[in-house]
């Protein structure tokens, strides 16, 4: 009798394949120039290329400059010293969203369509967010992306 494979299964090995992914397009591109480093992320059933801000200066500039982001990317910046980080609109010309990540790698919550005009405010999550996801304005509704979903790519490690 054949077993049928069961869906635990599947997912696991799907988030393995994409840790190893992630592991492997950072250390590709670790090292030749680049301030970022590269990885990938699934949340609800979107799959997310993403850079991570390597420095403090990478992390302050953020998306600020850029003309536009592929349709399936952001920016992620990880282990947040401040549990309620205040993100800004300096130099940005696109509108994004926001997905605040909590410690147990869970959506904490989204902030939609935040505009570029709204600079000098700050941008403050309502939970505590220990990773920030930026991507293109309508991604999370789009993508179904809401609170309490499980974001997978990013390890086990606590920041904290």
């Not at 505009?115 to 509704?141: C, D, M, Q, Y």
Request: hydrophobic share 45%; net charge negative; proline share 8%.
């Amino acid at each position: 009798m054949k077993k049928e494979p069961r869906w635990g299964t599947v997912i696991a090995l799907l988030v393995l394949v994409l840790l190893l992914w992630g592991a492997v397009s950072g250390y590709r591109n670790a090292g030749i120039g680049s301030p970022y480093e590269d990885g990938m992320l699934s949340i609800a059933n979107a799959g997310i290329s993403v850079e991570i801000p390597a420095t403090r200066a990478d992390f302050a500039k953020g998306l600020g400059g850029r003309a536009s982001l592929d349709e399936a990317a952001g920016m992620l910046f990880l282990c947040l010293p401040d549990p309620y980080p205040k993100f800004w609109m300096k130099n940005m010309h696109f509108p994004i969203d926001i997905i605040w990540i909590g410690e147990d790698l869970t959506v904490s919550g989204v902030t939609p369509h935040v505009l570029p005009e709204s600079f000098p405010e700050s941008i403050v999550p309502a939970r505590p967010a220990a990773h920030v996801l930026e991507v293109n304005a309508g991604f999370a509704e789009k993508n179904g992306i809401s609170q309490g979903d499980v974001v997978f790519g990013l390890g086990g490690s606590s920041c904290r």
